[in-house]
């Protein structure tokens, strides 16, 4: 085979953008697994006054969760809401008007609140034990969100991010919020057949909520997990966006069926699933 399924990518901010609006993540019923009208055990008498959310991109998912919460009366005491992501070609050319309006957006979800919305425009690093730049801020955050940048720091699973947000970033009684993929769902597992098919291995072998499940309580203990829940994603899109949503998300590229006939064919094996795509929402909880 002359293509290497592994090379096929996409820009990082043309895939997120375009994962975005395929799952329609600004719809909390279709992104978050947690119903808007029953408050999880979770979020009961939690009532985060400073939420920072670590890869807010174009603030889809945000404006999903910062629904949720606000119905599930979390926001009472709301003071903070910083966003962090410094991929700035998401914005186009004007990078400081683009984090504005999903600013803007965030408030407008947040109705009546006086809480102070900002947006930094710099990547997330761990640097000796702590995140940069969140080791400038003079508080803790009481609610961390990160969706889907667990992968881009340490080994992949997300372990490292997660300790030293836990041990320096999160307030006592804090939660953090995570969103990871899962392996277990139609499109990764025939993307896995796929590749061995191919006498491939998966090039992100750890990139997957169950290592993160697997590990967590022993590399974790300062943090304990008190909810986690699958969220299935239909796709109900007009074909052939639902065949370009599932081709982007097996193989980060758009549907080529001259570059890459096999990869087609394993999208529309997937694609017969009801629900082809699997995330995993945890939440995360610091002692008193």
Known sequence: MAVDPTRLLIPETDFVAEIDRLLEKHR??????????????????????????????????????????????????????????????????????????VCQTV?????????????????????DGRVHPLDELQWQADLIVASHVTYYFGDGSGLDLVRNLGA?????????????????????????????????????????AERFLALATHALPDLKILAHQTMRFAISRPEPERLRAIHLLMW?????????PEGIKAAQEAARSTAPFHEEHLVLGRAE
């Not at 109705?111 to 690093?125: F, I, M």
Request: with cysteine; aromatic share 8%.
């Open 168 to 208: 320096h970033h999160l307030a006592p009684g804090g939660r953090i919020w995570l969103v990871i993929r899962r392996l277990h769902c139609p499109i990764y597992e025939v993307r896995s057949r796929t590749m061995e098919q191919m006498q491939r291995g998966d090039p992100k072998p750890l990139d997957y």
């Open 28 to 101: 909390p019923s279709l992104t978050v697994p947690w119903s808007l009208h029953a408050v999880p055990a979770w979020a009961r008498h939690f009532r985060p006054r400073h939420v920072l959310d670590i890869g807010a991109g174009l603030g889809a998912f945000t404006s999903s969760y910062v629904e949720c919460l606000k119905h599930w009366s979390c926001l009472t005491e709301l003071r903070k809401v910083l966003l962090l992501d410094g991929e700035r070609a998401l914005f186009g050319a004007d990078p400081e008007r683009g984090a504005a309006q």
């Open 252 to 260: 980060r590229a758009p549907p080529d069926e001259s570059a890459f």
């Open 107 to 127: 408030r407008v979800k947040l109705g009546t609140s006086a809480a102070d919305v900002a947006y930094d425009l710099r990547n997330a690093e761990v640097v």
